[in-house]
């Protein structure tokens, strides 16, 4: 089957499915859901991601569930629902109805069974099997030759470089290069650094395949735009102004690349003139754009975006791309800037200390994009950037220790199709950096939000100020209790920051880099036992329910940047 972004673009087909059309009680017509075709585009090493295109359903009852397992084993395992994607519009993109969501915590080169499972009481209801493999850790060929490289040769050897080579650069400084050779699937040319080598300079590698630049120091940039399953790990790239001040990025819609384990450092300084999208800032940590990237394990540094997707015209086919235990600080305007995900972004478990702001959507088309399991100290204007019409976020398991508003969301424009659980928000009293309000200690303050399309519930809430008030769409509260009774929140709990088991001061002064805090909490605290089930998710929580926020409470937390 074809996989059809919000573009219209198509990719690589995913395995048939069987599809079984059971009995259903409902009375059709309008309000019967007509099952389109399902689509597994661009797994990665660790999720899937899953597409139901559907009509009908009128009344926005139907409901897709998902069970998994390893092929051929026993027994089946429960993902999360599909999210129902309504028709719509943003910003020059448009998205046709589906069911769409992803697989998580998979393991890499394993093929998988799926039940789909379409649910609608109206009529339609039918179920679908079908497989899918996720990618396997990039590695070299095996007894892959290994051709020494020196400045003076490097030239040389590299123009008949064939697939499988393993280019091993000895001791020394290497000006900047373009790279026009590239390897077979199991075939990558490898180019590998080690101690001494450096390259003064910019790395282009442009419309090349299955390339993997591992152990390099670069002072410049490195930029893969058009390329297929590019490999950049272990590297430390230093940005220069001569190239814009960039890390490393492709500007040109690209495929499957994996960029891992590598320092990336910016030049923009930790000053309240840098913050905000007017700043005295420059440059992209790791930018990318296409389907099917991973990122993951980096630590990014001093850049004006952290991590990014592209915007506007120039983003194309952004979907199935993770962001995971990224290691973020110092970025002056966001730190994760997953705007324009067309559908399944998974920014997970990433780690945001002082970043002005930490995670950004502007906007969602129609989602879902997932932010999972971060955890954000000091995000100095807001933690969730879900601006220009964003629609369909997804909030499980955050941790949010911030200046001001704990949760605010100033669009000015409808924020729509959210959906949070299982968050802690804690803010206090605010003031202004660079212009720009941290908001003044309200818990949660998303005046724009579409209360009809959206749902937050079981979020842990809390202010030095000592109140607890706030606004979700037209509804304002003022106490626990107000907010419980009035709004989707029904199960909120209030929160301080005694909750963390070890001492975490409030960011009262956003400027000052302070050390990263533990923000696990306490066992005992009013945060543990008071989070929802969710499968695929929290799977395996201890107590009688999952704690609050990015951390069970007692569990070692997990790596954050280079492993």
């Not at 059309?21 to 660790?46: D, E, I």
């Not at 109206?122 to 679908?128: N, P, S």
């Not at 393993?166 to 180019?191: C, H, M, N, Q």
């Not at 940039?221 to 490999?231: L, T, Y």
Request: with cysteine; charged share 15%; hydrophobic share 40%.
């Amino acid at each position: 089957m074809l996989a059809s972004d919000a573009a219209g673009n198509t990719s690589a087909a995913s395995a048939p499915a069987r599809a079984t059309t059971l009995a259903s009680g409902g009375g059709g017509g309008a309000n019967a859901t007509v099952a389109g075709a399902t689509s597994l585009p661009f797994p990665t090493l660790n999720h899937l991601t899953v597409e139901w295109a559907f009509s009908g359903d009128a009344n926005a009852n139907g409901v897709v569930t998902v069970r998994y397992r390893p092929s051929g084993t026993l027994p089946w395992r429960e993902a999360m629902p599909l999210r129902r994607v309504p028709a719509g519009d943003n910003e020059g993109f448009s998205w046709t109805s589906r069911h769409s969501g992803s697989v998580f915590n998979l393991q890499p080169g394993t093929v998988y069974e799926l039940e789909l499972t379409l649910t609608d009481p109206d009529g339609g209801t039918t179920t679908r099997t079908t497989t899918a493999t996720t990618r396997p850790l990039p590695a070299p060929m095996p007894n892959a030759p290994i051709k020494a490289v020196t400045p003076a040769t490097f030239a040389s050897v590299a123009a008949g470089a064939q697939p499988g080579d393993i280019l091993l650069l000895g001791a020394g400084t290497y000006a900047g290069f373009d790279w026009s050779r590239s390897g077979t699937e199991g075939k990558p040319i490898v180019l590998r650094g080690g101690s001494g080598v450096v390259i003064n300079g910019a790395i282009n590698l442009f419309t090349q395949a299955w390339v993997h630049l591992e152990g390099l120091t670069v002072n410049g940039r490195i930029r893969f735009n058009g390329s297929r399953h590019v490999v950049i790990q272990r590297c430390t790239v230093n940005a220069s102004s001569a190239f814009g001040g960039d890390g490393i990025v492709t500007y040109t819609r690209a495929e499957n690349a994996y960029i891992a384990d590598n320092v990336v450092t910016g030049l923009t300084q930790w000053a309240e003139a840098s913050l905000g999208a007017s700043g005295n800032n420059l440059g992209e940590g790791i930018a990318v754009t296409g389907p099917g990237h991973v990122i993951l394990h980096n630590r990014v540094t001093g850049f004006r975006d952290g991590i990014s997707l592209l915007e506007d015209d120039e983003a194309v086919d952004q979907y199935s791309i993770d962001i995971l235990n990224n290691d973020l600080s110092g970025n002056a305007d966001d730190g994760i800037e997953a705007d324009f995900c067309f559908h399944n972004c998974r920014i997970v478990r990433n780690r945001l200390t002082h970043n002005f702001i930490a995670l950004s959507s502007q906007p969602g088309l129609g989602g879902p994009t997932y932010f999972i399991r971060n955890a954000i100290y000091n995000a100095v204007h807001v933690a969730f950037k879900l601006y220009r019409g964003s629609t369909g976020d997804v909030l499980l398991h955050n941790t949010v220790v911030k200046n001001g508003d704990a949760f605010g969301i100033y669009a000015g424009r409808p924020v729509a199709g959210l959906y949070a659980r299982n968050n802690l928000f804690l803010g206090g009293t605010g003031g202004t950096f660079n212009g720009y309000s941290s908001g003044t200690g309200r818990v949660l303050h998303l005046p724009d939000l579409v209360a009809a399309s959206s749902s937050l519930d079981h979020d842990g809430l809390g202010s030095t100020t000592g109140t607890l008030t706030g606004r979700l769409g037209d509804t304002a509260f003022s106490s626990l209790q107000a907010l419980r009774t009035s709004t989707t929140e029904q199960h909120a709990v209030q929160v301080d920051l005694t909750v963390f088991s070890t001492p975490v001061a409030y960011p009262a002064a956003p400027l000052t880099l302070s050390p990263t805090p533990d923000l696990r909490i306490r066992a005992d605290s009013a945060a543990a036992n008071a989070g929802q089930p969710l499968a695929n998710i929290n799977d395996g929580f201890a107590g009688l329910a999952p704690d609050l926020g990015a951390f069970e409470a007692g569990a070692e937390p997990p790596i954050y940047g280079p492993r």
